[in-house]
């Protein structure tokens, strides 16, 4: 598993070093959910729907999120599973099974836009990616729609559109995941 999150981080910082993802100077200031239960909304799976650009959504499937609370810490697990060699835009990706080590410095905080709890959710996770081996340095980005099922039923289109024009980031430049996930 430690390896597959490696991977992960690498694909979305090189997909951040091609331009991939929205990069800025500064993150986008956005509007957070009031009121946030967060115990209700970190309990249980969330599925990856709609995401900024190639993040989990490449020739990869079933891409979920984890959330568990106890008293005393927050634990995210990350289930993005790949099918290798991983294409993203036409582009693939081939890795060592030997790969140990990336030098990245990764930092990113997560806003919960908005959520009913039990059907969808729209994160903005910006942070600042920098790696000293490629030179970079730069702001990243990233809008996420999840639902508790596999699929967002429609009837929450609207309000996920909402969440994410209030915040000047535009559905439409959202890619849609891989649909080979079971609840």
């Not at 909304?41 to 979920?64: E, V």
Request: glycine content about 6%; overall charge positive; proline content about 2%.
């Amino acid at each position: 598993m430690a390896n597959i999150l490696k991977i992960f981080l690498f694909i979305s910082i090189a997909l951040a070093v091609v331009g991939n993802y929205e990069t800025s100077a500064s993150c986008v200031a956005v509007t957070t959910m009031a009121n946030l239960n967060f115990s209700k909304f970190a309990s249980g799976t969330w599925y990856a729907i709609k995401g900024g650009r190639d993040l989990f959504f490449g020739t990869g499937h079933c891409a979920k999120i984890a959330y568990s609370t106890s008293s005393m810490n927050i634990t995210v697990d990350r289930f993005p599973s790949f099918k290798f060699p991983y294409t993203v835009n036409n582009n693939v990706m081939t890795f060592s099974k030997t790969v140990s080590q990336i030098y990245l410095n990764v930092s990113m905080n997560t806003y919960v836009l908005d959520t009913d709890y039990d059907n969808y959710a729209v994160l903005y996770g910006c942070g600042e990616f920098a790696s000293t081996m490629l030179g970079i340095k730069t702001a990243v980005g990233i809008p996420l729609v999840l639902s508790r099922q596999s699929t967002l039923d429609s009837s929450f289109s609207a309000k996920v559109d909402t969440a994410l024009s209030n915040n000047k980031l535009k559905s439409s430049s959202l890619n849609t995941a891989f649909k080979a996930c079971s609840n």
